[in-house]
């Protein structure tokens, strides 16, 4: 868990792993979570490859949340 001030009040946030087929949407989630000081490993990976993707990159990453991106 990682900690962060956020209205003045500390927060604890997970590491998420965030996989999005779209490169442009995973750049947009990046800028994002590295502005908010959130721990996040992007991934972009075609959405027909993700579902056979899934468990190794939850293997690997240890995530404690998943967010998956469709267009």
């Known amino acids: 868990m990682k900690n962060f001030i956020y209205n003045?009040?500390?927060v604890k946030t997970g590491k998420i792993l965030h996989l999005d087929g779209d490169k442009r949407?995973?750049?947009k989630a990046y800028k994002h979570y590295?502005?908010?000081n959130v721990d996040a490993i992007i991934e972009?990976?075609?959405e027909e490859k993700q579902p056979i993707?899934?468990?190794s990159l939850?293997?690997?990453y240890n995530?404690?949340?998943l967010v998956i991106t469709r267009t």
Request: proline fraction near 5%; include cysteine; aromatic fraction near 4%.
């Open 58 to 60: 939850l293997e690997k």
């Open 8 to 10: 003045k009040e500390c």
């Open 34 to 36: 590295k502005k908010t």
């Open 53 to 55: 993707m899934i468990k």
């Open 25 to 27: 949407y995973s750049e």
């Open 44 to 46: 972009n990976i075609q």
């Open 63 to 65: 995530p404690d949340i």
